[in-house]
């Protein structure tokens, strides 16, 4: 039965795995702390980082957030003051048209009747030549009928003679 007794372990069985395994923890130590803790601290710099962005970020979507819903809630309001805005415009807009076309119509019938001024009175110069013309045509044509021979006898007689005369 001794044979398959268990061989219990010795402190000096167990002396050399355990001062095997504290010289690698210390060496490990003397060459790894200094990484390890950059390493951690460097982390914890992002980390910090990351948490106060993310909390920026929080705050500006606050931010939006509260802003889009007094705009939601200003809409009506904003959408009747540029219904006002646009109808006051749309109003300025048509007077100023209709000035600009009652000028523009005072204009036209100022040229209308300085043209029928001026046609008027081309007219009038036109009829007035004409009438002349026909007066002296049949004024003519009257003296001649009415003149007989004697009557131009005397004409050059008086003629000759008051041509004759010192004026």
Same mark, same amino acid.
């Given at each position: 039965?001794?044979?398959?007794?268990?061989?219990?372990?010795?402190?000096?069985?167990?002396?050399?795995?355990?001062?095997?395994?504290?010289?690698?923890?210390?060496?490990?130590?003397?060459?790894?702390?200094?990484?390890?803790?950059?390493?951690?601290?460097?982390?914890?710099?992002?980390?910090?980082?990351?948490?106060?962005?993310?909390?920026?970020?929080?705050?500006?979507?606050?931010?939006?957030?509260?802003?889009?819903?007094?705009?939601?809630?200003?809409?009506? %309001?904003? *959408?009747?003051? #540029? !219904? &006002?805005?646009?109808?006051?415009? $749309?109003? +300025?807009?048509?007077? @100023? /048209?209709?000035?600009?076309?009652?000028?523009?119509?005072?204009?036209?019938?100022?040229?209308?009747?300085?043209?029928?001024?001026?046609?008027?009175? %081309?007219? *009038?110069?036109? #009829? !007035? &030549?004409?009438?002349?013309?026909? $007066?002296? +045509?049949?004024?003519? @044509? /009257?003296?001649?009928?009415?003149?007989?021979?004697?009557?131009?006898?005397?004409?050059?007689?008086?003629?000759?003679?008051?041509?004759?005369?010192? %004026?």
């Amino acid at each position: 039965m001794t044979e398959h007794a268990a061989q219990h372990a010795t402190v000096g069985d167990l002396f050399w795995p355990v001062l095997n395994f504290a010289i690698f923890v210390a060496v490990l130590v003397r060459f790894l702390r200094p990484p390890a803790v950059e390493y951690f601290r460097a982390r914890a710099v992002r980390l910090r980082e990351a948490l106060q962005a993310g909390t920026r970020a929080r705050a500006e979507a606050e931010a939006l957030r509260a802003t889009l819903a007094r705009d939601v809630e200003n809409l009506p %309001a904003l *959408r009747s003051q #540029l !219904r &006002a805005d646009l109808r006051a415009t $749309a109003e +300025r807009e048509c007077e @100023a /048209l209709l000035a600009l076309g009652r000028t523009a119509a005072e204009r036209i019938r100022t040229d209308a009747r300085l043209l029928a001024e001026h046609e008027f009175a %081309a007219a *009038r110069a036109a #009829l !007035r &030549a004409e009438v002349i013309e026909e $007066a002296v +045509r049949q004024a003519t @044509a /009257l003296i001649r009928q009415a003149i007989r021979p004697e009557d131009q006898e005397r004409f050059v007689r008086e003629f000759v003679t008051g041509a004759g005369a010192p %004026a």
